[in-house]
């Protein structure tokens, strides 16, 4: 069976000319030795994938992170849940396609799911404004939380998002309030959630659904307080200097890991998510799973003293007391 037609990136170039070859393989009439071929070339770029995976530069992991057939929000409602009933509107102004919410079962648990929809083609993307959520998005995000927290089901979000969007509509409507009682309420929702960043994880636009009990990061996905180029264009004048940028920021999901931000990266399949969407899914299915058992076996005190004091400790990063006690000694006289 020949290998799926995915572009490849720049990086890949060693891969891509294994594909080609296949390819070209595959038009030929298909004899015994043939076949046998092609399963052996098929194995080299896996093999070949693999190791060029692993030692991944930050701005190429974010360009794998914005991959054109990268799964989307509703790829995983379609592999991860039954019974899905989309849930629309903000009961006050209207309907953000950008944000998709909705109400299901996870492996027979009754769920409700959230989540940021880029679309895929251009219909698609124009219908989805491209990721970027308004504030009617936000509220109603939290309109269904709060239905959750009534019927004390647990909230699955995935978070995929350049940003919020700045539009002058956007702000008309109070995107910064929605955001921020987003997270507010979020912090205080008595219900367990399970937050998981499958793709861009940009700015406010990212967290106004990302606090949660556990957030996890996809292996090749990004969470920043800006895009690389954005960070380059203020702080060097030149939007060309977003690999530096992208160094700088620490924005892949290991840095993450390693300053807490993140309690857990979740594997993609060889590649990234975008080689095999059923395997990327079954991958996160599993710590869903496993995190979403545990948050239903705590109480509702010990799971929202854990929440707050996950995100109080974000900031903790060993920051020397310059004063401390008088019957200390001081650096200077040591």
Same mark, same amino acid.
């Given at each position: 069976?020949?290998? =799926?037609?995915?572009?490849?990136l720049e990086f890949?170039? *060693?891969? #891509?000319v294994l594909?080609k $070859?296949? +390819? ?6 298909q ?6 071929s092609?399963a ?13 995976f692993k030692?991944?530069t ?5 360009m794998?992170t914005?991959h054109p057939?990268?799964?989307c929000?509703?790829d995983?409602?379609q592999?991860?849940f ?17 944000i ?13 799911i ?19 959520a308004?504030p ?11 239905m959750?927290?009534?019927? =004390?089901r ?7 998002? *350049?940003? #919020?969007?700045?539009?002058? $509509?956007? +702000? ?23 937050v998981t ?12 659904i990302?606090?949660?009990d556990?957030?996890?990061m996809?292996?090749?996905?990004m ?5 690389p ?6 702080l060097?004048?030149d939007?060309k ?9 620490k924005i892949?999901?290991?840095?993450l890991?390693?300053m807490?931000?993140?309690d ?13 969407h ?7 299915a ?5 995190h979403?058992?545990?948050?239903l ?6 799971r ?7 995100f109080?400790?974000m900031?903790?990063?060993?920051i ?6 008088a019957?200390e000694?001081?650096p200077?006289?040591?």
């Amino acid at each position: 069976m020949a290998t =799926k037609k995915i572009d490849t990136l720049e990086f890949e170039e *060693p891969v #891509a000319v294994l594909l080609k $070859e296949i +390819e070209a393989m595959a038009l030929m009439p298909q004899t015994p030795e043939r076949i046998a071929s092609i399963a052996q070339l098929e194995s080299r770029v896996t093999e070949l994938r693999g190791e060029i995976f692993k030692t991944l530069t930050p701005w190429q992991r974010v360009m794998v992170t914005r991959h054109p057939d990268r799964p989307c929000m509703l790829d995983y409602v379609q592999h991860l849940f039954t019974d899905f009933i989309e849930l629309h509107g903000d009961r006050r102004f209207g309907d953000d396609h950008a944000i998709v919410t909705g109400m299901g079962q996870f492996r027979g648990q009754p769920v409700f799911i959230i989540g940021h929809q880029k679309g895929r083609d251009t219909q698609q993307k124009i219908y989805r404004n491209f990721g970027y959520a308004r504030p009617e998005g936000y509220r109603k995000a939290l309109r269904v939380m709060k239905m959750a927290e009534k019927f =004390k089901r647990p909230v699955i979000v995935f978070v995929d998002t *350049p940003a #919020a969007y700045p539009g002058a $509509e956007s +702000e008309e409507r109070g995107v910064a309030e929605a955001i921020a009682l987003n997270l507010r309420e979020m912090a205080l929702l008595d219900t367990p959630i399970v937050v998981t960043v499958t793709g861009e994880g940009g700015s406010g636009g990212a967290l106004g659904i990302a606090i949660g009990d556990r957030v996890m990061m996809l292996e090749f996905s990004m969470y920043s307080v800006i895009p690389p180029e954005g960070c380059a264009s203020i702080l060097w004048r030149d939007a060309k200097k977003k690999v530096e940028a992208t160094e700088a920021l620490k924005i892949t999901a290991p840095d993450l890991l390693a300053m807490h931000v993140i309690d857990e990266i979740v594997k993609e399949p060889v590649g990234g998510a975008h080689q095999d969407h059923v395997e990327a899914s079954a991958l996160l299915a599993e710590a869903i799973g496993r995190h979403l058992d545990e948050l239903l076996a705590m109480d509702s005190s010990t799971r929202l003293d854990e929440r707050y004091r996950k995100f109080r400790q974000m900031g903790d990063v060993g920051i020397v007391d310059l004063n401390p006690p008088a019957s200390e000694p001081t650096p200077a006289s040591v």
